[in-house]
């Protein structure tokens, strides 16, 4: 094995050896890193942006974007909490997935009855929304934020998903396995999730040769709608209350845990197992950080340097590919 | 003849959405002060000039990045970049630098973000947006390590001078920043029009290769635009502490994508290419007539936050209407 096939690896794997160099560097400056209460901490903290940076993936491969999420998560966040005490808790969970999913279709019916092609104008359509959402859940609340309570149970499904655990997995971790899974599957098994791919890679091409370009459109909104609503309600559960604004700032992490992945911004390449790998990174960073003592806003100035250097690399990557 | 008519009505509609839109808000608000009931203040020079005032720093960070649009690229890094000159003049004041070398250093500032951001988006050929957004959150970073996230304002020995900068009021009611705004919309708009640099802007931002194929030295013309954002940014970040006295790091938070949202309903394409500096500032100017006259309703003691909702389907509305018209356009040919 000479060096330039290690240098190779290395720079095919960034992200894993992102990983490696993190946790070993982490372990010998602070031991408390490996022990079994950081790792169960890390694992909690996985809950909400895994689930919309998911979402996020599908959408991100097909070439386009969604910043509605920060509305979204708000809006199904406040309308759960208040509907817990009405019609119970599953039925409120139910309604606010469904919440999600119809944020979702909404979006990709503006899309795709605009005619919207381009990353840009489904960004902007989509900022648009988020004010929507995010207004309409301050209406719905009158701007007060819920907290969340079970007057009429005793059995609380937001207990268990917060804290409850089948053997030494945590239920919210179970949920997000299931999910990646039936994503995973969804993405490399299906003819709609080899469409959106399709899509994303090119979308003239992909027209030509009968790909159903407006259904792909309508099912990578629909399922980050409802990813964004499951995330919402694993958050719910973490910070037991619902606030009208929780959800603006995962609308640039989640982008980041895609983007860092390795999924290409231009669409066409990419995959939910790579989006795990970057959010597992990004948070394995903040805790990194956070043991060693560095301040919240450095961490925040190292989020967007990080941010920009994983599209630079990446695209230094592409170009030497390309030659 | 009818059909004369016809096509000619769609021209308009086709033209400018926003100045039609802003029309028939006007035209609204008059019918309500008809009525004495909801009768306003809507139509008092105070009103106008309020108007004016309280947009004037959208509208610069708008027209800055109003160029960067139309050579086909965008800067969302311009609310971090508002936020951090802010906080340096308000910082730099304080510790003794005269205020003109302040400005000047602030706006110094804001060009060597600019020349990151072009030399990554531009000479790496990165996607603009994603890397300007990474800019912003780490200039949001910044601003909160600079001041600790707290607000900080300039010391009371040097805060006349400082607060005069922009509201000081011309011939006893107009204030400088409206003038400052003006001068900015006025040399923008002779940069987009009439230089070669500007028309150079159109032919990139309209077709890259083809621009890049008739001689145009399109890195160099690309980059350019990043550079007078950020000037352009910094320069409404100073006057932004000056109206207010007040430097904090939450202040950039949304206003990246309001204002490039407003551009884009004012007419200028997010595609590049297609603009012009009184397009955004009738794009902008809609956007604060809108929060304006809802307040002078007073809506929001009805249904409060309905003006926001409000604000965000007349955004979706006039994207979706210049989407679908590309559309109709692209389905022609």
Not at chain 1, 83 to 99: E, F, T, V, Y
Not at chain 2, 165 to 188: D, E, H, R
Request: glycine share 10%.
């Amino acid at each position: 094995m000479t060096i330039q096939s290690i240098i190779k690896l290395i720079r095919n794997n960034l992200i894993l050896a992102g990983i490696v160099v993190l946790v070993i560097v982490t372990s010998l400056i602070e031991p408390k890193f490996l022990t079994g209460a950081n790792i169960e901490n890390i694992i909690r903290q996985f809950g909400t942006l895994i689930f919309v940076a998911l979402g996020m993936t599908f959408v991100i491969m097909a070439g386009f974007i969604d910043l509605s999420v920060g509305g979204i998560i708000s809006l199904v966040a406040v309308v759960t909490v208040t509907l817990i005490d009405k019609i119970g808790q599953g039925p409120a969970i139910m309604i606010g997935i469904s919440i999600g999913l119809i944020c979702g279709l909404l979006n990709s019916f503006l899309i795709i009855t605009s005619g919207a092609l381009t990353q840009a104008e489904a960004l902007f359509l989509t900022y648009g929304m988020s004010l929507v959402y995010g207004a309409v859940a301050q209406i719905y609340v009158q701007g007060v934020t819920q907290f969340l309570t079970y007057s009429k149970t005793s059995i609380s499904l937001f207990d268990a998903i917060n804290s409850g655990s089948i053997g030494i997995v945590s239920i919210s971790f179970i949920i997000f396995l299931v999910c990646l899974l039936i994503l995973y599957i969804v993405e490399k098994r299906t003819y709609i999730g080899r469409s959106v791919v399709l899509v994303g890679g090119n979308k003239v091409a992909a027209r030509l040769a009968g790909v159903p370009i407006s259904k792909s459109i309508v099912f990578i909104y629909a399922v980050s709608g409802v990813m964004t609503a499951i995330g919402s309600v694993i958050l719910v559960a973490r910070v037991t209350l619902a606030s009208p604004v929780m959800g603006t700032p995962y609308m640039t992490q989640a982008i980041l845990a895609v983007v860092v992945g390795g999924t290409a911004l231009m669409g066409g390449k990419g995959s939910v197992l790579w989006t795990v790998m970057g959010t597992l990174l990004l948070i394995l960073m903040g805790n990194c950080l956070n043991l060693m003592g560095v301040t919240t806003y450095i961490q925040y100035m190292l989020r967007g340097a990080i941010l920009i250097l994983a599209i630079w690399l990446d695209n230094r990557k592409q170009f030497s590919e390309g030659n | 003849m009818i059909t004369n008519i016809k096509e000619y009505i769609t021209k308009i509609l086709s033209l400018q959405k926003a100045f039609l839109a802003i029309l028939l808000v006007v035209f609204i608000m008059a019918l309500f002060n008809l009525n004495p009931k909801t009768h306003s203040e809507f139509f008092s020079s105070y009103n106008f000039i309020d108007l004016l005032k309280s947009n004037s720093i959208y509208l610069i960070l708008g027209l800055g990045q109003t160029i960067v649009l139309v050579a086909g690229g965008v800067d969302l890094s311009i609310g971090g970049v508002m936020t951090v000159s802010g906080i340096v003049a308000i910082q730099l004041i304080n510790s003794g630098v005269p205020i003109p070398i302040a400005i000047i250093i602030c706006i110094v500032l804001g060009m060597a973000v600019g020349a990151i951001n072009a030399y990554i988006s531009v000479y790496q050929k990165t996607e603009p947006f994603i890397i300007t957004l990474g800019m912003g959150v780490l200039l949001t970073g910044v601003a909160q390590q600079l001041t600790d996230a707290h607000p900080v304002s300039v010391d009371f020995s040097y805060s006349e001078d400082f607060l005069n900068l922009s509201n000081y009021k011309l011939f006893g009611q107009i204030p400088v920043l409206i003038i400052v705004m003006l001068v900015v919309l006025a040399v923008i708009y002779w940069v987009l029009r009439s230089t070669s640099f500007g028309r150079n802007c159109y032919a990139i931002g309209g077709d890259y290769e083809v621009a890049k194929y008739s001689g145009i030295n399109v890195l160099r013309n690309k980059s350019l635009p990043y550079l007078i954002s950020g000037m352009t940014a910094a320069l409404s970040g100073v006057m932004l502490s000056s109206q207010l006295n007040a430097g904090n790091s939450i202040f950039g938070d949304v206003t990246a994508l309001y204002v490039v949202c407003a551009v884009v309903v004012g007419g200028t394409s997010v595609a590049g290419g297609i603009g012009g500096a009184f397009k955004s500032a009738i794009g902008l100017v809609l956007l604060g007539l809108l929060s304006n006259a809802f307040n002078m309703l007073r809506i929001d003691t009805y249904v409060p936050y309905l003006p926001t909702a409000l604000q965000g389907l007349i955004i979706v509305a006039i994207i979706w209407a210049d989407c679908y018209g590309r559309k109709r356009k692209r389905e022609e040919v």
